[in-house]
């Protein structure tokens, strides 16, 4: 039944990104690691019955309390688990009270991250802070200056390729954002004058991405937001005036 989860249900029927279902995978495999943890079974003896609400419930909190996770991951944790048991409703009535258990439990209520934006003397300290003297350096501040000026979200900077930059008339990036959504934001003349003097640099294949690791594959978002995080606090002069 999880098998078929993903190959029709996931990819088949619904064409699920790779991002929702790499997700959902690693919903599953520490689902399955804690079942067998739980139970002493391995994965191919389970069956329905065995993965019931007390079960899910104690993963659940396992997954606050025993990884650390916040509110916000096992709600997304929990939609996944429920995606599944709505599916396996339809394929195998004869479980319906088990699933109706699982389907009851609820997400749970965490607080909402205020939403903040940079002021354009942290916008010029942020910018200021790579350095360009390196080859890293003129790629982090090529990135940032794109990812400001854009508003494009992390997991769509790091899958832009070379190819989606439009440096010409009407200069543009093509973006693939949420729900596989193609978007084309443009791009002002002194972001397009400091992508082209990276993309001068950066050489590569319309295929290759924009922003690549030293080993030349693409950044994860992670890695951006440490790029972000190290940066140094420093106020460039004109902004502490």
Known sequence: MLQAFFTERLITQRDASPQTIAAYRDTFRLLLRFTQKRTGKQPFQLDIEDLDAPLIGAFLTHLEQGRGNSPRTRNARLGAIHSFYRYAALEHPEHAHTIARIMAIPTKRHQRNTVSYLDLGET????????????????????????????????????????????????????????????????????????????????????????????GGPLSRYTVGAIITRMPARQPSNARR
């Open 124 to 215: 010029k300290a942020l910018l200021a802070a790579p350095d360009r003297r390196t080859w890293l350096g003129r790629r982090d501040h090529a990135l940032l200056v794109l990812m400001i000026q854009t508003g494009i979200r992390v997991s769509e900077l790091t899958g832009l390729r070379i190819g989606d930059v439009h440096l010409g008339v009407g200069a543009h990036i093509r973006v693939t954002g949420k729900g596989r959504k193609m978007r084309s934001p443009t791009l002002t003349r002194e972001t397009v004058a400091v992508v082209r003097a990276w993309l001068t640099e950066r050489h590569g294949q319309p295929d290759q991405p924009l922003f690549p690791t030293r080993q």
